[in-house]
């Protein structure tokens, strides 16, 4: 089973930084008519949440709680997804998710797949964030 690869998340205080990295497959990229990455999150007895998303032109949304903290990017050239993480306060704390939604047609949205994690179709395994206060 195909899985996308986080690393970056751990343990940090109220108002550090941290950046998230996730490993995707090149045919991810290469292989559809077009795509949208995104990092979800879940904290334990929550939903899960979409945090930011991108799509293949580059456009990105972001959840509410997060603009203006966090960034998402993508390389394409090194199949790497990011997520730039500023300003971290306590309620960031959760597992942070990696996914990938592909299109046989059509382009993605980023706005639309943020608020749709039932479309994606491609998951990482989580890497934890804890933010102390």
């Known amino acids: 089973q195909v899985r996308l690869v986080e690393s970056g998340g751990g343990a940090v205080q109220a108002g550090g930084s941290l950046i998230l990295s996730c490993e995707v497959p090149?045919?991810?990229?290469?292989?559809?008519?077009?795509?949208?990455m995104g990092w979800f999150r879940q904290a334990p007895g929550k939903e899960r949440e979409g945090v930011a998303t991108?799509?293949?032109?580059?456009?990105?949304s972001y959840t509410h709680s997060v603009q203006g903290r966090f960034a998402i990017s993508q390389d394409n050239a090194k199949n790497a997804l990011y997520l730039q993480m500023n300003s971290l306060k306590p309620e960031d704390s959760a597992m942070y998710y990696c996914?990938?939604?592909?299109?046989?047609?059509?382009?993605?949205?980023?706005?639309?797949?943020?608020?749709?994690?039932?479309?994606?179709?491609?998951w990482g395994q989580g890497t934890q964030v804890t933010v102390s206060s």
């Open positions: 996914a990938a939604y592909t299109r046989e047609e059509g382009p993605c949205y980023s706005d639309y797949a943020l608020e749709r994690a039932e479309l994606f179709n491609y």
């Open positions: 991108i799509a293949d032109d580059d456009s990105s």
């Open positions: 090149g045919y991810i990229y290469r292989g559809y008519s077009s795509y949208c």
